[in-house]
């Protein structure tokens, strides 16, 4: 019986078995789990193809009198290959199958230019509280997951590795944007850190794989996700939002007061607006400018806690149901903010703006919106890579699908096809004029577009390809299509305290900050903690 403070691992060394450069990882894995669990971490670890079409071997091919090859693989392969005798490999453990069999092979039935060999080390004994796949050491990197051919990866490798490179520079910047901005400066080819983050995130082992983690994490590139990870784990939002009564009552207070009145008495309107009598005792009464009462009262609408009916404002009965404490109002206010569909703001830009607000980068002077304006041009690209950029084409039929992002600078395709067009070009220059046959192009599988040294390497940003003028015309004003998209978001914390200084500074009071670390949180009612022993809850009614 497996003891439950107990876990029985395997080192295992994995091999890039089809590169001649040397590439490999070693990481320990619990016995327990599955092959199926394997083809993931081996994806995680090496960056093999997103196709599904996958297969496990004890041999690539069979041999006179050895004993016949066994092989696993999911429900696609065991259809696919119409054998019956592929096992399902999410019922084959993973210390059984290697006890057995000794070393496998994973490759790609429809990327034979891919495979790994999976070689088992020692068996240890570990903590339970240990993760169940913790990577250990690794050299090389990973090529990219729809490399073109091991040529490609080279020329992405040496530019990456070679500060001498002529590419250097260029390569560095893309990675860096691919990377997010809260990524380390540090761009070592085997980054151990990131990839136990992405193994920790993929079997459930990370600290923060709770419901709560803003949703636009998931949607960054998978290089981008540790860092912004990190930075929300900086931020404190998985704990609990700490204000005094004192502070949410003040907050809320001329919200709460309008919406008071509205389910009372209803709020009279001239022209879809509060009326000027109405305003002016409002203003009086609350100790606030008259512009602030209208304001107030049409973010009010906005978030639908009020609603028109016969020339008045009205209450809403989920909203009258809450003005009966500061705390109650709070939290249905963050709700409100977090569910920002009603602003006309996109909920990854909204979570954004909300992460920069709680985490103190708005108010710094030296970052702003930079920093969350560079995220948003991340999920903006990963987006469009679906529509932007496939590759290659002859492989649509098994789900593989190009993933690279284009930065300024265009794709890695790019950035290599300009590599290998700079280099025809000097060699022409240098009188060199035979550089590569077509038939020698076509023997060797050579994409077309290396073959010839157009004008599109003459702007120094790569191939005119689609995607990377797209990209172009995109890295104008990053911050500033940020702040067109969070507009509506950005009219509701104004009503709250957000402030645009004349210096183009931003001005975040800190009650402000602890409203956005709840409004980023699920249940944030439950997660209200005050500075004082209790809370003492204020009637509305008596404003």
Not at 69 to 98: C, Q
Not at 110 to 134: F, L, N, Y
Not at 475 to 495: K, N, T
Request: net charge negative; glycine share 8%.
């Amino acid at each position: 019986m497996r003891s439950p403070v107990l876990r029985h691992v395997v080192h295992l060394k994995l091999t890039l078995a089809s590169h001649s450069a040397t590439i490999w990882r070693e990481v320990v894995v619990d016995r327990d789990l599955t092959l199926a669990d394997l083809h993931r971490v081996v994806r995680v670890l090496l960056d093999g193809p997103r196709c599904a079409h996958h297969l496990f071997t004890d041999r690539i091919e069979r041999s006179g009198g050895l004993r016949p090859r066994r092989r696993w693989g999911d429900k696609w392969t065991m259809i696919d290959f119409r054998d019956p005798t592929v096992i399902d490999e999410a019922t084959a453990r993973i210390g059984t199958t290697l006890a057995e069999a000794g070393t496998l092979v994973l490759a790609h039935t429809c990327d034979t230019g891919w495979a790994v060999t999976i070689a088992p080390g020692i068996d240890d004994i570990v903590a339970a509280s240990e993760p169940p796949a913790r990577v250990v050491d690794g050299e090389g990197r990973a090529p990219l997951p729809c490399s073109r051919g091991e040529y490609e990866h080279t020329v992405l490798a040496d530019a990456l590795d070679d500060p001498e490179h002529p590419q250097h520079a260029v390569f560095l910047q893309h990675l860096s944007w691919l990377r997010g901005p809260w990524a380390p400066t540090e761009t070592e080819a085997f980054d151990a850190a990131s990839i136990q983050d992405r193994l920790d995130e993929m079997l459930g082992a990370g600290p923060l794989t709770a419901p709560g983690l803003p949703s636009f994490v998931a949607q960054l590139p998978v290089v981008a996700q540790p860092g912004a990870r990190a930075r929300i784990a900086a931020a404190g939002l998985d704990l609990p939002t700490v204000v005094t009564t004192d502070e949410m009552t003040e907050f809320v207070r001329v919200l709460g007061w309008i919406v008071g009145r509205a389910h009372t008495d209803g709020i009279p309107l001239s022209d879809g607006t509060p009326e000027t009598s109405f305003a002016t005792d409002a203003a009086l009464v609350l100790g606030v400018g008259e512009d602030r009462i209208r304001s107030t009262a049409a973010i009010a609408k906005r978030l639908r806690l009020l609603y028109t009916r016969h020339g008045r404002l009205r209450a809403k009965k989920s909203a009258a149901d809450v003005i009966t404490s500061a705390p109650a109002l709070w939290s249905a206010l963050a709700e409100a903010v977090r569910q920002s569909g009603s602003l006309g703001t996109p909920p990854p830009a909204a979570e954004l703006l909300l992460l920069a607000i709680a985490d103190g980068s708005l108010a710094d002077p030296r970052t702003g919106t930079r920093d969350v304006a560079h995220a948003y041009e991340l999920l903006n690209a990963r987006h469009a890579v679906a529509t932007e950029y496939r590759w290659p084409r002859e492989a649509d039929d098994c789900g593989q699908r190009c993933e690279c992002l284009a930065s300024p600078a265009g794709t890695w395709h790019d950035l290599v096809t300009t590599t290998i067009q700079n280099a025809v070009l000097e060699a022409r220059a240098a009188g060199v004029e035979h550089v590569i046959s077509t038939v020698e192009a076509d023997g060797l599988g050579l994409p077309w577009d290396w073959r010839h040294a157009g004008a599109s390497v003459s702007d120094g940003y790569g191939p005119a390809h689609p995607a990377a003028t797209r990209a172009r015309q995109r890295a104008g004003d990053p911050a500033g299509r940020f702040l067109d998209d969070v507009r509506g978001l950005i009219e509701v914390l104004s009503v709250l305290g957000l402030d645009h200084a004349d210096d183009g500074s931003w001005v975040v009071p800190p009650v402000l900050r602890e409203f956005a670390r709840a409004a980023l949180q699920p249940d944030v009612s439950r997660r209200i903690q005050a500075r004082t022993s209790t809370y003492n809850y204020v009637q509305y009614g008596a404003w």
